[in-house]
């Protein structure tokens, strides 16, 4: 589905897209070279690559590169499959490949509340995989005519990483590190840190976005910046700062 000039939600679990764990995994068209953004949860793999078809892309020529933002199921469950449906390349950011390559007790627990809090189904298991590429802060990754800029925001979890399109209009792909209105993604899990948040959150300021892209709820094409300004403004303050868990679908 086309949300944007050059962008496509091929995946997404609350408007129904894909599976109903599913991140919103995002086409970007860079032209001759195009790439997936997240991954989803692995159990709606099958809608991905369908939705892919429908938006007019051929799933194993078109898609070059899965930029997975972080581990955690939803965004990183899928990444063996997509990549095994695509043949693309999986780019993850240091602290977060090794989770995706070998798991780990951090992720499991992560998994075990998330299980207990009705996200995933009792029997999901992670599916990992080899990550081809690992990226870092401040990296960048050509797709075509874009270049991406890896934004590495400890505090979500170990070390999520948001996406950033430098040319205009300026795009912010921003994971579950800020979503609309400065709420971010504050969790019962290892890994996330609310001193990491609070340490990285400027990573966000001065980027001059235009679109901003979340991986859960609304997106906006215009003013992204004000959004980001207003999460790092919540980590100035005294108290905890408003986070996902007032609009969580799985709440
Ligand atoms: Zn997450």
């Known amino acids: 589905m086309k949300i944007a000039e050059s962008v496509y939600l091929v995946g997404d679990g609350e408007f129904g897209l894909s599976d109903k764990a599913d991140c919103h995994v995002y086409l970007i ?24 078809r429908s938006d007019g892309f051929d799933p194993s020529d078109d898609i ?43 992720l499991e627990f992560g998994l075990r509340v998330t299980k207990r809090s009705g996200v995933y189904p009792q029997d999901y298991r992670y599916q990992h995989t080899k990550v081809d590429k690992v990226v870092k802060h401040d990296d960048c990754i050509k ?3 874009f270049t991406i800029r890896v934004i590495q925001i400890p505090g979500h979890s170990h070390n999520t990483a948001a996406f950033l399109i430098e040319e205009a209009p300026r795009s912010l792909f921003s994971s ?63 108290w905890l700062p408003p986070a996902w868990t007032h609009n969580h679908p799985f709440r």
């Open 176 to 238: 579950d590190i800020v979503f609309i209105n400065g709420t971010v993604g504050l969790g019962n899990w290892p890994g996330c840190s609310l001193d990491n948040y609070r340490n990285n959150i400027e990573r966000v300021s001065g980027l001059k976005v235009e679109r901003l892209f979340p991986g859960h709820f609304s997106w906006t094409l215009k003013r992204g910046q004000s959004h980001l300004d207003a999460a790092v403004e919540n980590f100035k303050g005294a």
């Open 143 to 145: 797709v075509g005519k």
């Open 64 to 106: 070059d590169y899965v930029l997975v933002s972080h581990a955690h199921s939803d965004h990183g469950g899928g990444s063996k499959s997509v990549k095994e449906a695509t043949g693309a390349e999986l780019i993850a950011p240091v602290g977060e490949a090794e989770f995706i390559e070998r798991g780990g007790e951090d």
């Open 29 to 52: 068209d860079g032209g001759k070279k195009k790439c997936l953004i997240d991954a989803g949860v692995g159990l709606g793999t099958k809608e991905i690559i369908s939705n892919i």
